[in-house]
């Protein structure tokens, strides 16, 4: 038996005003984005921005059913848009910012596994990593370079060759 770790950097930020301009300005694309929420059920809005190689940004956010599995979250709303607007474009970047109508969101969001998933897909795609910038409503920014870093030992094309 043999050990390997699997380990991967995550950059905290204060706040806001820590970010790069290039990332406060997504970020901030992605907290407008929460108000196009529909989520009537959670009460729990979430924004995603995705930045595109060609600069433009594409914005996604929740959209729930009376049906709950049928909704679907905010990042895949956005990045299933950014692929549809712009195939073949390389996707650089994806924001996600969310907020509560019951309390004040201080810890940042984190894509949930089948984000993650769908994530992932157009990273490897791609062949480039996909850079993840997570804020809740206030409070310490996380970003790590690649969707990978959050989704180690991705299920993957290869297993289907
Ligand atoms: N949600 C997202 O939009 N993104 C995530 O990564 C996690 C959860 C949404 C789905 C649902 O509308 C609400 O948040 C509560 O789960």
Redesign the pocket.
């Known amino acids: 038996m043999r050990k390997r770790k699997v380990s991967f950097e995550l950059a905290i930020f204060e706040s806001l005003d820590a970010l790069s301009s290039e990332d406060r300005d997504l970020m901030k694309r992605a907290m407008e984005a929460r108000k196009g929420a529909y989520?009537p059920y959670?009460n729990?809005q979430?924004g995603a921005a995705v930045l595109m190689d060609n600069g433009k940004i594409v914005l996604g956010n929740?959209q729930?059913n009376a049906s709950y599995p049928s909704?679907l979250?905010?990042?895949r709303v956005a990045i299933f848009q950014a692929g549809a607007l712009y195939p073949g474009v390389t996707v650089r970047a994806i924001a996600?910012s969310a907020t509560s109508k019951s309390y004040v969101v201080g810890q940042a969001?984190a894509?949930?596994g089948n984000?993650r998933q769908s994530i992932s897909e157009y990273e490897i795609r791609q062949g480039s990593p996909i850079k993840i910038v997570m804020m809740g409503e206030i409070g310490e920014v996380l970003a790590c370079d690649s969707i990978a870093d959050i989704l180690p030992l991705a299920f993957d094309r290869s297993y289907l060759e």
């Open positions: 989520a959670s729990f979430v929740n729930e909704g979250c905010a990042e996600i969001a894509p949930c984000c």
